[in-house]
T-cell receptor, first 116, second 110 residues
């Protein structure tokens, strides 16, 4: 099992360009997430998908769109990249929530994005 | 006030030392709590969940104090390989929307 995979690993964009970050998981998880991580800020949730066919905004959704293509894949799109979107982006997935309120989230290796 | 607050450190300790990290959270209704470990330029990975009764996994002990709204992580007999950033994570609403602290960096020196 590969777990959670992300492509690309690195990307440099110019302001105004668009791109899509791809994420896939092979653990048959229902829920998937996109986070960004900036120095001193911790991980912040951009969007999440509790199950196939549903998506919801997280803490910092502005400037992003998502697509839950199927149970395995959850993509993040930047329509018009801005320097403020320079960050490390992590995708994660988790199984059905347990009675304790949330199962372990498994993370992909991240995409390092620089917007010039 | 941040929802989850941690001292960023760094904590510099010698091998074999005992070190403790605390984390405070603002939402008293929070349901579940975790410690994740993140190595430099890598993805976060679950270290341990934190239960009301406290729990131990080898050299690691996690405790929860709901009255004071803080969780702690104790590492005994520190190893060089323990050097990493430790993320305090809170699930405030019984969903998958986890709230991450900014992390505490630990450097274990020979």
């Amino acid at each position: 099992n590969a777990g959670v995979t992300q492509t690309p690993k690195f990307q440099v964009l110019k302001t105004g360009q668009s791109m899509t970050l791809q994420c896939a998981q092979d653990m048959n998880h229902n829920s998937m997430y996109w986070y960004r991580q900036d120095p001193g800020m911790g991980l912040r949730l951009i969007y999440y998908s509790a199950s196939e066919g549903t998506t919801d905004k997280g803490e910092v959704p502005n400037g992003y769109n998502v697509s839950r293509l199927n149970k395995r894949e959850f993509s993040l799109r930047l329509e018009s990249a801005a320097p403020s979107q320079t960050s490390v982006y992590f995708c994660a997935s988790s199984g059905q929530f347990s009675g304790r309120g949330g199962n372990e989230q498994f993370f992909g290796p991240g995409t390092r994005l620089t917007v010039l | 006030r941040k929802e989850v607050e941690q001292d960023p450190g760094p904590f510099n300790v010698p091998e074999g030392a005992t070190v403790a990290f605390n984390c405070t959270y603002s939402n008293s209704a929070s349901q579940s709590f975790f410690w994740y470990r993140q190595d430099c330029r890598k993805e976060p990975k679950l270290l341990m969940s934190v239960y009301s009764s406290g729990n131990e996994d080898g050299r690691f002990t996690a405790q929860l104090n709901r009255a004071s709204q803080y969780i702690s992580l104790l590492i005994r007999d520190s190893k060089l390989s323990d050097s990493a950033t430790y993320l305090c994570v809170v699930n405030p609403s019984n969903t998958g929307k986890l709230i991450f602290g900014q992390g505490t960096t630990l450097q274990v020196k020979p």
